[in-house]
């Protein structure tokens, strides 16, 4: 059970509790969304002045915004939006907090956890370790790096990619008078914390400063506005695709569908191996995938019918031929395919690794 959808929740109407956990003895904090199965979760936690706690790491990937004041972490100071993130097994140095400060903090595989350490565990992936001034040390982006684009006037700043799983943190912005039309949805799971501002989405009404969403992948949010700006931490858990329509009356599963109906007709390879279902073994019984239906599109209704996609779903093989369509076998076919016009005195006296059809398919 992955986190459930929670939008909008606006935190600053929610009291802070004692926080009770190794590592965060004396401080107090609120959730914002959790995983009651693994407890990952995200947290807001405030550190009153005079906190401290001694070098050490978590079994979790973590990661750290502060909000407002500073905290001091090693011999580094952090400002208003300071960024970490820390790989699971990375020591951070010890905190010290003078004068109090309030910080996100996102615990991604389990719940908030800390082991005293003053060195990084061996396997810890410490390339990952991120630790930036996301508002001083980063430009802003135009959202059309992720393509197909938001609407000009929502801008990014990218805070950590992680290059297997195309996850991502960043700040985005929307200016003041930001408008955007369309719905949208994605296949990821994308969470969101409005450090200032406001903006407003037909299906969840307006999201102030403080406001927080978690919203499992295929919801669909948007048109957008915003009157005044916002400014906002946004995570997404894998590849964050647009996709976007007009249809306000859609759920998730229909949004599903219709994002594997646009990898049927555009990546239909890929779709015939992950359709494949089981184990996708290609020797294995659900290996010999017989014309896997065309998933519906709730914009394209009747495309399966289009000469398109029924070529696309002509295409009857089984991932056993494909697995026997061996190079040599390929030079074999063409080196024979002779047209009656192309014919000419033709010795067959070349060195020949096989005769037609002296090989075995098994
Ligand atoms: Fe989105």
């Not at 011999?75 to 951070?92: D, R």
């Not at 948007?222 to 976007?244: E, P, V, W």
């Not at 998933?295 to 779903?313: C, H, I, K, N």
Request: aromatic share 12%; proline share 7%; hydrophobic share 30%.
């Amino acid at each position: 059970m992955a986190r459930p959808h929670i939008e909008p929740f606006v935190e600053l109407n929610e009291d802070y509790r004692l926080f009770n956990f190794a590592g965060y003895k004396g401080a107090h904090y609120k959730v914002l969304s959790l995983d009651t199965e693994t407890g990952a979760s995200t947290i807001k936690v405030r550190f009153d002045g005079g906190y401290t706690r001694k070098p050490g790491l978590s079994y979790s990937d973590i990661e750290i915004f502060v909000l407002t004041g500073e905290m001091k972490v090693g011999s580094q100071t952090c400002v208003e939006g300071h960024y970490f993130f820390i790989p699971a097994g990375v020591a951070l140095g010890a905190i010290d907090v003078p004068q109090g400060c309030e910080v996100i903090v996102m615990y991604n595989d389990s719940e908030p956890n800390f082991e005293e350490s003053d060195k990084d565990h061996p396997l810890a992936l410490k390339h990952g370790f991120v630790s930036v001034n996301s508002y001083e040390d980063r430009p802003w982006a135009g959202g059309s790096i992720v393509s197909p684009s938001v609407a000009t006037g929502c801008m990014l700043k990218l805070l950590r990619y992680d290059p297997i799983t195309e996850a991502m943190t960043f700040l985005y912005c929307m200016t003041p008078q930001f408008m955007q039309d369309n719905i949208s949805y994605h296949d990821c799971a994308e969470e969101s914390y409005h450090i200032w501002g406001e903006s407003w989405m037909m299906q969840f009404g307006d999201l102030p400063t403080g406001g927080y969403f978690w919203r499992p992948p295929y919801v669909n949010h948007g048109s957008f506005r915003s009157k005044l700006g916002c400014i906002a931490l946004g995570r997404t858990d894998s590849k964050l695709h647009n996709y976007f329509h007009f249809n306000p009356w859609t759920n998730p599963d229909e949004n599903q569908s219709r994002a594997a109906a646009a990898l049927y007709r555009q990546r239909p390879q890929l779709f015939r191996w992950v359709s494949a279902g089981d184990h996708n073994h290609p020797h294995g019984p659900m290996g010999q995938i017989i014309k896997p239906k065309p998933p519906t599109d709730f914009e394209m209704r009747g495309y399966e019918s289009t000469p398109q996609v029924t070529a696309l779903a002509n295409q009857n093989y089984s991932f056993h031929e494909m697995d026997h369509l061996h190079a040599k076998d390929y030079v074999h076919n063409v080196h024979h395919a002779h047209k009656p016009e192309d014919d000419h005195e033709h010795s067959h006296d070349h060195d020949h690794p096989h005769g037609q059809g002296d090989h075995k398919h098994d």
